[in-house]
């Protein structure tokens, strides 16, 4: 048996792109000590001097200033982009902070089942809601639910379910209304969850992806990836809301596909770079080369890291 031992790895210094004047502060740091600005979110006040209480960039809108965290949970908020991009402090590739939106896709799981709903960990400040009202009945039948319905709510969905969702509303005190209306979210299985830093996952119109090599990727802004193998037919739970699923034995090539794309998107994310279906398969195809247990060393999982933002740049530039 193989063993590998080894000290703390050195992580080689990525090059990075100038990101202009970017003021970078970490919990300490005085952001200012003119007395006349207003204190934000992520600040406090020492005396006279504002100082940070979180790492992030310092973000200024007249007489307010705030901190802008470069790493949170994924937070309900109805917002535009992170403004550290909007004012041109750093670029959009390197760093992407979204907040949370109507509209997002998120994956979840369901930690409680209560009375018309279900309590789902999303990854955010606050847990999310799934309304009974919001959920297709199994066959994707319309009609409203009724008490049977409600006292059949484990037969749907039950404690420790792993389910695909879009953000439907957003409460006052950030916490997420969630559907699962469309036939393509619901209940997921025989498959792998990732859970990456939620401002790597780059917003785009689809976050659901079947890859060449066979697999299934579903993208969640909240910073959860499902990974499982592409469904071939009708059968198999592929736009059937997750009631009709296939627990057969998932076939080895299929499991170290799964394997591969884990860990080539943990290594990704381990260099800060965004997540999306062309960057995942990049890092798939630069991991060819070594065995899917090794993309855990930190010196590989570097050099894929690295092999992948050279094609993306070149590609750029073309």
Known sequence: ????????????????????????????????????????????????????????????????????????????????????????????????????????????????????????????????????????????????????????????????????????????????????????????SQGVMVAVPSNLVLRRKNHFHDLPCGATVILGNNGYIWICATVVGEDGGAGTGGYVQNLERVPLPEREVISRLRNCILALAGSWMMLYDTSILYAFEASSKFQARDLLKPEVMAEVADLTRKRLDLEAAE
């Open 1 to 188: 048996m193989e063993v590998d031992i080894r000290l703390a790895a050195e992580r080689l210094r990525q090059e990075e792109a100038t990101r202009g004047a970017a003021q970078l502060v970490t919990p300490g740091d005085t952001v200012t000590g003119d007395g006349g600005f207003m204190r934000g979110h992520g600040t406090y006040k020492d005396g006279e001097n504002l100082v940070a209480s979180v790492a992030g960039f310092v973000r200024r809108i007249n007489r307010l200033i705030s901190v802008q965290p470069l790493k949170a949970r994924y937070n309900g908020e109805i917002g535009d982009d992170c403004p550290a991009v909007q004012e041109g402090l750093v670029t959009s590739e390197r760093l992407c902070c979204f907040p949370g939106e109507i509209g997002d896709v998120v994956i979840g799981r369901v930690i409680e089942v209560q009375q018309k709903r279900w309590k789902v960990d999303t990854c955010s400040r606050l847990h999310s809601l799934l309304m009974l009202s919001s959920v297709n009945l199994p066959g994707g039948e319309q009609r409203r639910k009724t008490q049977e319905d409600e006292l059949a709510m484990r037969s749907y969905l039950e404690e420790g379910d792993l389910i695909s969702a879009e953000v439907q509303n957003i409460f006052s005190d950030g916490s997420l209304s969630l559907h699962t209306r469309s036939l393509k979210y619901g209940k997921l």
